[in-house]
């Protein structure tokens, strides 16, 4: 029995994956929320957030491509930093994909609300929730290839989105120029329509939409040649920008008039069916299940390598470093998805409130998860030896800009009411982890003793 991962991953598994992994519930559902805080404006708050997100991975793709290592950021703190860095980071990313896994499982439910209003959400958790724990312990070349058809619908989707809503602003008949026009764009309070404070807000959005990106760093330990196949994975990331993001939600907002689309559902679903397309609205839906689905499958596939690494560091029992004959980590993902499992026991107690406190609370991990990754690259550019191939963008000046940006959005985060908790829950979960690794060290010290 070996405690190495296979390398079954290729090139078109990890660039689509990358391509597909930001994808999910807080692109098709979230951008609603962003929608209306910003208004037009939120354009230019996923550029911003998108360069950001861009130099984040690219420090993150500098030390993936020195040392491709599944263990990812968490370890590079292990090795550049110290045992203690490598610890609470790769904990706080365990956290943060369980969280997301969660909120994915539950947006499920949420979208299938719109073909069956009366659906029991915590049944349909429960069912997804084992087919893909079966997904992920086949082996990874299924888990890739699941992936990357998944990340290739909403890949195919949304420039199918883009294609035709420029069709209908260019030849929509007269009568519905009232409600499908570009003016639409500045034509209801202008492109900053809700002020500072709302172009603010929106980032809070915008930076959970952004999660997930960083799995392209993970995937490097299973990537059959990480150093060619990295570096183009992170340089997609531009063209996921302007595509994925600035183009669809420019299109959304001109098809139909941004202050009178529906927060509470996906704007993609809402637009189609307030202009009367509504098979286009129900193909949107599904499209938003798929999207949910592949981030679900990528994060149970993160979850499970990090608490994998964290076991070969000393810091997570040595259970968790068993490898199936298929090269699976069988123990991380069984222990994972029983922690996921617990979305069943939430969606069946507290439906309605679940959602929101789950992305408040993914939103704040990912901000710790990306600062991070910034403070390890800084030590890695210190002490690494080697010839750096796939240096960081404009460092080390890109690095502290970013730094900045993400102590601005925790700080904007305090003053959102459904997001205010996340800011308090944040420093109690550093201490129950700084807890846990001093208990780890004093149980250490005494066996060794």
Same mark, same amino acid.
């Given at each position: 029995?070996?405690?190495?991962?296979?390398?079954?991953?290729?090139?078109?598994?990890i660039l689509?994956?990358?391509?597909?992994?930001?994808?999910?519930?807080?692109?098709?559902?979230?951008?609603?929320?962003?929608?209306?805080?910003?208004?037009?404006?939120?354009?230019?708050?996923?550029?911003?957030?998108?360069?950001?997100?861009?130099?984040?991975?690219?420090?993150?793709?500098?030390m993936?491509?020195?040392?491709?290592?599944?263990?990812?950021?968490?370890?590079?703190?292990?090795?550049?930093?110290?045992?203690?860095?490598?610890?609470?980071?790769?904990?706080?990313?365990?956290?943060?994909y369980?969280?997301?896994?969660m909120?994915?499982?539950?947006?499920?439910?949420i979208?299938?609300?719109?073909?069956?209003?009366?659906?029991?959400?915590?049944?349909?958790?429960?069912v997804?929730?084992?087919i893909?724990?079966?997904?992920?312990l086949?082996?990874?070349?299924?888990?890739?290839?699941?992936e990357?058809?998944?990340a290739?619908i909403?890949?195919?989707?949304?420039?199918?989105?883009?294609i035709f809503?420029?069709?209908?602003?260019?030849?929509?008949?007269?009568?519905?120029q009232?409600?499908?026009?570009?003016?639409?764009?500045?034509?209801?309070?202008?492109?900053?329509?809700?002020?500072l404070?709302?172009?603010?807000?929106?980032?809070?959005?915008?930076?959970?939409s952004?999660?997930?990106?960083?799995?392209?760093?993970?995937?490097?330990?299973?990537?059959?040649n990480?150093?060619?196949?990295?570096?183009?994975?992170?340089?997609?990331?531009i063209v996921?920008?302007?595509l994925?993001?600035?183009?669809?939600? %420019?299109? =959304?907002?001109?098809?139909?008039? &941004?202050?009178? +689309?529906?927060?509470?559902?996906?704007? #993609?679903?809402?637009? !189609? @069916?307030?202009?009367?397309?509504?098979?286009?609205?129900?193909?949107?839906?599904?499209?938003a299940?798929?999207?949910?689905?592949?981030?679900?499958n990528?994060?149970?596939?993160?979850?499970?390598?990090?608490?994998?690494n964290?076991?070969?560091q000393?810091n997570?029992?040595?259970?968790?470093?068993?490898?199936s004959?298929k090269?699976?980590?069988?123990?991380?993902?069984?222990?994972?998805?029983?922690?996921?499992?617990?979305?069943v026991?939430l969606?069946?107690?507290?439906?309605?409130?679940?959602?929101n406190?789950?992305?408040?609370? %993914?939103? =704040?991990?990912?901000?710790?998860? &990306?600062?991070? +990754?910034?403070?390890?690259?800084?030590? #890695?550019?210190?002490k !690494? @030896?080697?010839?750096?191939?796939?240096?960081a963008?404009?460092?080390?000046?890109?690095?502290?800009?970013?730094?900045i940006?993400?102590?601005?959005?925790?700080?904007?985060?305090?003053?959102?009411?459904?997001?205010?908790?996340?800011i308090?829950?944040?420093?109690?979960?550093?201490?129950?982890?700084s807890?846990?690794?001093?208990?780890?060290?004093?149980?250490?010290?005494?066996?060794?003793?």
């Open positions: 029995m070996t405690n190495k991962l296979k390398h079954g991953l290729s090139k078109r598994h689509m994956i990358a391509l597909g992994s930001a994808i999910g519930t807080g692109f098709f559902f979230g951008a609603g929320e962003s929608i209306k805080l910003a208004g037009p404006a939120i354009l230019l708050s996923y550029a911003i957030g998108g360069i950001m997100m861009y130099i984040i991975v690219r420090a993150l793709g500098e993936a491509v020195a040392e491709p290592s599944s263990g990812s950021f968490s370890y590079y703190a292990y090795k550049y930093i110290g045992n203690y860095a490598g610890f609470v980071s790769g904990w706080n990313y365990w956290f943060n369980i969280i997301v896994c909120l994915e499982l539950t947006a499920t439910g979208f299938m609300d719109y073909w069956f209003p009366s659906s029991v959400h915590w049944i349909i958790t429960l997804v929730m084992l893909f724990m079966g997904i992920n086949l082996n990874v070349k299924f888990f890739g290839e699941f990357f058809w998944f290739g909403k890949v195919f989707t949304v420039i199918c989105l883009v809503g420029i069709y209908i602003l260019s030849f929509s008949p007269s009568s519905n009232n409600v499908s026009n570009v003016a639409n764009l500045w034509s209801h309070g202008g492109f900053f329509a809700n002020g404070q709302g172009f603010l807000f929106s980032f809070v959005v915008v930076v959970f952004f999660g997930g990106t960083e799995l392209v760093g993970i995937t490097a330990g299973e990537a059959e990480p150093k060619k196949t990295i570096p183009m994975a992170i340089n997609g990331i996921r920008i302007l994925f993001y600035l183009a669809t939600l %420019a299109i =959304i907002m001109c098809l139909y008039p &941004w202050n009178k +689309i529906d927060a509470h559902i996906s704007p #993609f679903v809402d637009v !189609f @069916k307030q202009i009367g397309i509504s098979k286009a609205a129900s193909l949107m839906n599904l499209v299940i798929t999207a949910a689905l592949s981030s679900l990528s994060g149970i596939y993160g979850t499970a390598r990090m608490v994998y964290l076991g070969l000393g997570a029992p040595q259970q968790f470093t068993h490898i004959k090269g699976i980590p069988t123990v991380a993902i069984i222990f994972s998805m029983i922690c996921i499992g617990l979305t026991l969606n069946y107690l507290y439906p309605k409130q679940i959602f406190v789950l992305l408040s609370v %993914a939103t =704040i991990a990912s901000i710790l998860n &990306w600062i991070t +990754i910034l403070i390890t690259h800084a030590s #890695f550019k210190r !690494f @030896k080697g010839n750096s191939s796939y240096p963008w404009l460092y080390p000046a890109s690095s502290i800009i970013a730094l940006f993400l102590v601005i959005v925790a700080i904007v985060m305090y003053f959102m009411p459904d997001f205010r908790m996340a308090v829950i944040a420093p109690i979960w550093i201490a129950i982890l807890l846990a690794y001093m208990i780890k060290i004093k149980f250490e010290r005494k066996n060794n003793g």
